[in-house]
């Protein structure tokens, strides 16, 4: 590793740790380096800059972003939460069941965990509140179950890991139901433990009829379809994971129409947000590529596959080192701008393990969602406690139990292939 890239990356890491933005960071630290090298030519730098930009499986980011905005328009937000409610309306803790479930379902319509943690944090923390719930309980609910969100197709974060390690978007839709669905089950028996200890009490002691439960099932089945639609498919093969974005607007859009809740005004203002939004991302990506191509000049990702084959024997041994790497690294910097920077360096050193690729994905990912609920620069935390006025000393201390069922199903996905991969094969 020269001098340079030293400098450089000590640049980069000083800005992030400063919270300037996260590309003005990343291009800070890559300006460096090519200032200082005067044997390459500085044209390179706005080349990569553009050139990561222009891979066609990215316009899936915006086609998603653009159908998740636009759903929280058409009234589909409400129809989701009170099938929830009947759904959930029995077990301990009535609310906070319906929190954990409703961040599931919202999680294959949005693809974004800090709207689906601003939306809850709006709509259920007060509503918990007035139930007896405390409001640190209720925060954490609403922070950590958030995180299934980017677990869930369409998540964000399988896109970019897909564009990025040149892996199959729609194989990691399919694992990701299962790796959701894990992390939403635990959660939940692990709500209904703390709700049934502190007696929070459940939202109804009525059974489960028919009639009630095809009264709210019949408004949220449109929505809930969405999903299906976007895997059956590319799985079938009529569309592919960036042209099911584009599916997924027009579909929106339908359900606007259908339930005539989206106004024109609602339309472009959601027009507005995607743009916004899109842009941010993709900032981060044209940084990131100019720096992802300074370490390959160095062969940065060579080496570090040949020490670390020499170092470490062990399959295991590898992915628990990157799983403590990534978390704490989770706890400093932003979940879209490590993956662009470090899967370029794992992806390729897992393989030599002979790690499938959709398990390194899925442990890869899993590891960012935590570290967006991990202090001291969790998103999904500050997010959520600035919305709910809850202190974040209190948060931290109500979520140790919820970062220990993280950590347990990081390790199951870790130690067993199968909970990744089995709904892939199944498909494939």
């Not at 009639?211 to 059956?232: M, N, Q, S, T, Y």
């Not at 339930?259 to 044209?286: F, N, P």
């Amino acid at each position: 590793m020269s001098d340079i890239l030293i400098l450089a990356s000590i640049v980069m890491l000083a800005l992030l740790f400063l919270k300037v933005p996260v590309y003005i960071a990343v291009l800070g630290g890559s300006m460096v380096y090519f200032l200082l090298n005067p044997d390459i030519n500085s044209i390179v730098f706005a080349q990569q800059a553009i050139v990561g930009t222009e891979k066609i499986s990215l316009l899936a980011i915006p086609f998603f972003v653009c159908a998740g905005i636009f759903m929280n328009y058409t009234g589909v937000t409400k129809r989701i939460m009170n099938f929830c409610e009947v759904v959930t309306g029995r077990l301990p803790g009535g609310l906070a069941q319906v929190n954990v479930l409703l961040s599931t379902v919202m999680g294959g319509l949005s693809g974004s965990n800090i709207a689906d943690a601003a939306m809850e944090s709006k709509m259920l923390v007060p509503e918990m509140t007035k139930k007896g719930f405390s409001l640190e309980f209720s925060s954490v609910v609403t922070a950590a179950s958030s995180m299934i969100t980017p677990l869930i197709p369409p998540g964000i974060a399988m896109i970019l890991y897909g564009c990025i390690a040149n892996v199959s978007i729609g194989k990691l839709f399919i694992s990701g139901i299962g790796v959701g669905g894990l992390l939403c089950v635990t959660m939940m028996i692990l709500v209904g433990i703390i709700s049934k200890k502190r007696g929070y009490g459940n939202l109804s002691t009525e059974k489960m009829s028919w009639p009630r439960f095809w009264k709210v099932f019949r408004p949220a089945v449109l929505p809930l379809l969405l999903p299906v639609i976007i895997i059956g498919g590319i799985r079938i093969g009529v569309f592919t994971a960036t042209e099911a974005g584009a599916v997924a607007i027009i579909y929106a859009v339908i359900l606007g129409i259908i339930y005539r809740e989206m106004k024109l005004t609602d339309l472009c203002r959601g027009l507005k947000e995607t743009v916004c939004t899109t842009a941010s991302i993709m900032l981060i990506v044209s940084a990131a590529s100019v720096f992802s191509w300074i370490l390959t000049k160095e062969r940065i990702p060579q080496m570090l596959t040949e020490w670390m084959l020499a170092t470490i024997h062990s399959r295991i041994v590898f992915l628990i080192v990157v799983n403590i790497f990534l978390l704490i690294v989770g706890m400093f910097i932003e979940g879209n701008a490590s993956m662009i920077i470090l899967v370029p360096l794992l992806a390729p050193i897992a393989a030599s393990y002979g790690i499938n690729e959709i398990q390194f994905a899925m442990i890869y990912i899993f590891n960012n969602a935590i570290g967006a609920l991990s202090p001291p620069m969790g998103t999904l935390m500050f997010v959520t406690c600035s919305i709910t006025k809850c202190k974040t000393a209190d948060f931290i201390k109500e979520a140790v139990p919820f970062y220990i069922l993280l950590v347990t199903n990081l390790l199951l996905l870790t130690w067993f292939e199968p909970f990744t991969t089995f709904l892939v094969n199944l498909f494939y």
